[in-house]
């Protein structure tokens, strides 16, 4: 319904895989991993709430562990706050694992590096593929906009020293893949976003 977007990054070696906001339609999502023949070795959520979880269930009751940051685990568990727009909970398991800044996440031939995002909820974080110029932010960063920061949890203050000192410092060509809308750049969103223009 919120159109989130779920990646499902991909060791081409081992077909070992990360499933990154899997907002929903757990078995769509599933049924690609499927046909692609990948081996999905983990749930990442960037943040807790409601349309960026919807599918953690599904995958964890496939035994696949869910990871996110500690400082959203409560909102993860109690549902994502679906009820303030206007949909109904549904309340997660606990997280099998959290994740803070530095953190490597492995798979296969492939890693991540978290980077700890706050803002747009308390414990947000960020996946920055150094090796291949990939950022994966949740909602800290759109093209040419902002995560909201009027929901519980949220600060706007916060995110703006999440996004000039960290996502911002980044690589200008690092590709920016967000949790809505079309992907962008790092020196685009420098250059024109009024938000992080210099």
């Not at 940051?69 to 997660?92: C, F, Q, T, Y």
């Not at 296969?108 to 150094?130: D, E």
């Not at 203050?157 to 980044?170: G, N």
């Not at 590709?175 to 992907?183: A, E, I, L, S, Y």
Request: charged residues 25%; proline residues 7%.
């Amino acid at each position: 319904m919120l159109q989130t977007n779920c990646y499902i990054l991909a060791c081409e070696d081992t077909k070992k895989a990360v499933i990154v906001d899997p907002g929903d339609e757990g078995p769509k999502i599933d049924s690609l991993i499927k046909n692609e023949g990948l081996d999905p070795i983990l749930v990442v959520n960037t943040h807790a709430h409601y349309d960026h979880i919807g599918a953690d269930r599904y995958f964890h009751d496939k035994g696949i562990p869910v990871a996110i940051h500690k400082l959203d685990s409560n909102l993860m568990m109690s549902g994502g706050g679906a009820e303030i727009l206007g949909s109904r909970s549904v309340p997660n398991p606990a997280p099998d694992r959290y994740l803070e800044e530095g953190d490597t996440i492995e798979f296969g031939n492939q890693k991540l590096s978290v980077i700890f995002t706050p803002g747009h909820s308390p414990g947000s974080i960020s996946l920055y593929s150094q090796k291949d110029n990939l950022l994966f932010c949740g909602d800290a960063l759109f093209c040419r906009s902002i995560g909201r920061t009027d929901l519980p949890g949220g600060d706007y203050d916060t995110l703006m020293h999440s996004l000039r000192e960290k996502l911002s410092k980044l690589p200008g060509q690092t590709q920016v893949f967000p949790g809505h809308g079309p992907d962008t750049d790092i020196e685009g969103e420098n250059k024109f976003n009024p938000w992080l223009m210099r």
